[in-house]
């Protein structure tokens, strides 16, 4: 980070990032299974624009943050292994024990003083709640828990709706000394261990090519939407180009073709789409309900392009359509909020919503880094508390 300028931006764009998917998520979990017409009957013309709150006065997330919280964790949790032993496996595969961890939450009513866990997030007694898990995602799980290797074919949207914090912490340490294209594929990679089908973890890789252009300032300037635009198309030609280490290093393109040009394609429509004039909700439904990882990021990009000057524009636009709701919301506050910052999220939006705290404390460990290693002790309450939360497998104690 050059000076405090330049630090005091990525820092706003990293909990731009994750506070603006968590209200996206937030807004669209209220109508996540509505109709269109369902929608304006409840909520009038401009759909829903404020978020309904449960009888405590809270604005919940769904499942949709909850393990985007977890996928931040687990590559935390990563990080800091590099760091205390100087040697680390890929990041992506940290998640593997968060996300087993995130299973537990939909098992459990509180955290089991006999089980070992790997994530501090065990700790915060709200997420322990059910909040329409993705069935993909809970049966890949139980599969992986098992040892087993997951046997779906799935292009849902349950993995690019939790990716986003690895193009924080990818951009901002250098992490694979900042090859791009590698890091799209450790998002991939993360998406893939539940979803198999490769529309259901292209999207991810894209979306991580997405949000780190935008944390290097490629959006910034005079004519952001055109910036943005040309971004976005530029990252959707490279994917072809990623290379994927499980598959012997054959590149995308090689790989899956169609399902490329696919997710290409879409992409392309909905650039088009939003430099018209046709409503919102009419030109995302044209897109698709965003159930799969595809349309899912089509709709985001959709939104984020048409209102890549208001964070509430956007969010708003991004869910409110037939089809699933809290996701596309997700993604596209991933985008606006990485584009815009935290700065621009409006208070009415921070106002109510759910783990907020927990939330911007994780992203601000994204921003941080690892602050402790094998060289130095760790003497500060500063560095306790991150050996505390990400250091090893851990047992229980008290926050």
Not at 169 to 195: K, N
Request: with cysteine; aromatic share 8%; hydrophobic share 35%.
């Amino acid at each position: 980070m050059k000076d405090n300028t330049q630090a005091d931006k990525y820092k706003d764009r990293a909990l731009g990032c994750m506070v603006g998917g968590a209200v996206g998520d937030a807004l669209g979990y209220a109508i996540e299974f509505d109709s269109w017409q369902e929608i304006e009957r409840k909520y009038g013309p401009s759909g829903i624009t404020r978020y309904q709150l449960d009888r405590w006065g809270v604005a919940r997330i769904s499942d949709d943050t909850q393990m985007s919280l977890f996928t931040a964790a687990g590559i935390l949790l990563g990080m800091t292994r590099g760091y205390m032993r100087g040697i680390m496996a890929r990041i992506d595969t940290y998640c593997h024990w968060t996300y087993l961890d995130w299973l537990h939450t939909q098992q459990w009513t509180a955290r089991k003083e006999d089980e070992r866990v790997d994530s501090w997030l065990m700790d915060i007694p709200q997420l322990y709640s059910c909040r329409a898990p993705g069935h993909t995602c809970l049966t890949a799980l139980m599969a992986l828990e098992k040892d087993q290797t997951p046997g779906n074919d799935s292009c849902g949207c349950g993995g690019v709706m939790r990716t986003a914090p690895l193009a924080i912490l990818d951009f901002l340490h250098s992490y694979a000394s900042g090859d791009i294209l590698f890091c799209d594929m450790c998002a991939a990679e993360a998406a893939r261990m539940t979803h198999k089908h490769p529309l259901g973890f292209i999207s991810s890789a894209l979306l991580n090519h997405i949000l780190t252009r935008i944390l290097g300032g490629y959006a910034d300037g005079e004519n952001r939407q055109d910036r943005l635009v040309s971004l976005i198309q530029k990252a959707a030609e490279e994917i072809g180009s990623i290379q994927s280490a499980p598959d012997d290093n054959k590149t995308y393109k090689e790989l899956w073709p169609k399902h490329i040009a696919t997710q290409q394609d879409i992409i392309k429509k909905a650039i088009d789409l939003a430099g018209g004039d046709t409503p919102d909700h009419t030109a995302i439904e044209s897109i698709g309900g965003g159930w799969t990882g595809h349309e899912a990021l089509a709709v985001a990009v959709y939104s984020a392009v048409k209102h890549c000057t208001s964070f509430e524009d956007a969010i708003i636009s991004s869910v409110n359509h037939s089809g699933d709701s809290d996701s596309t919301g997700a993604v596209c506050g991933n985008i606006i909020g990485c584009l815009l910052g935290r700065s621009a999220i409006p208070a009415h939006f921070t106002q109510n919503l759910e783990l907020l705290d927990i939330i911007e404390e994780i992203a601000t460990d994204l921003y941080t880094g690892c602050i402790i290693s094998d060289h130095d002790p760790v003497d500060t309450p500063e560095k306790q508390r991150w050996e505390q939360k990400y250091c090893h497998h851990r047992y229980p104690h008290k926050r």
